[in-house]
């Protein structure tokens, strides 16, 4: 079955660059795009930023000059890294999975907390 | 980008009623090459991933119940949710899907009455 699981630090200090893998499986990264998205606690979601099936990538605007999205198809993984954390980077950071009309399949989330 | 405008931002229901949660793109999402509007609609509960429950603006996803029902089309859309249940309390946030970068609406949270 389909199955999208963030991991990554819990814990990164300001100005520090985050480093976050989603393993998935269940479907291919060849044939599915795959899509970050965060939400800050309590607050709404907010699309980071896409990798393509093809490789391509998209980005958040207001995210672009720190955030970069890659993969590695041999592991059934995409990673985002994103520098110059600030507090107001922390939150639940999603992978999730495009199925052409929108993301359906999306992985638990993985916490992190921007604190020194 | 394509800035969605979600309302309200709070709901307070009662079991049985009927909301109505509406979603305004600032572009048209209607794709001229399938004539499918592009506009998803998302349940989030606290501590939950959220959850598809609408696509192509009024396309149940399988296994959600006919009382979520999605409408609209071009920039104006609606998630009427019919006789509420205690279940159904949680956030819900509309996403265009129609270009990159994909947006958010801010989110509607339904409470109990």
């Known amino acids: 079955q389909v199955q999208l699981k963030e991991s990554g630090p819990g814990l990164v200090q300001p100005s520090q660059t985050l480093s976050l893998t989603c393993t998935v499986s269940g479907f291919s990264l060849t044939s599915y795009n795959v899509h970050w998205v965060r939400q800050p606690p309590g607050k709404g979601l907010e699309w980071m930023g896409r990798?393509?099936?093809?490789?391509?990538?998209s980005y958040n605007s207001a995210l672009k000059s720190r955030l970069s999205i890659s993969r590695d198809t041999s592991k059934n993984q995409v990673f985002l890294k994103m520098n110059s954390l600030q507090t107001d980077d922390t939150g639940t950071y999603y992978c999730t999975r495009d199925c052409g009309y929108t993301t359906d399949y999306w992985g638990q989330g993985v916490m992190v907390t921007v604190s020194s | 980008d394509i800035v969605m405008t979600q309302s309200p931002f709070s709901l307070a229901v009662s079991e049985g009623e009927m909301v109505t949660i509406n979603c305004k793109s600032s572009q048209s999402l209607l794709s001229s090459g399938n004539q499918k509007n592009y506009l998803a609609w998302y349940q989030q509960k606290p501590g939950q991933s959220p959850k598809l429950l609408i696509y192509?603006?009024?396309t149940r996803q399988s296994g959600v119940p006919d009382r979520f029902i999605g409408s609209g089309s071009g920039t104006d859309f609606t998630l009427t949710i019919s006789d509420v249940q205690a279940e159904d309390l949680a956030d819900y946030y509309c996403l265009q899907h129609y270009s990159s970068p994909y947006t958010f609406g801010a989110g509607t949270k339904l409470e109990l009455k």
């Open positions: 990798m393509r099936y093809n490789g391509d990538t």
């Open positions: 192509y603006a009024s």
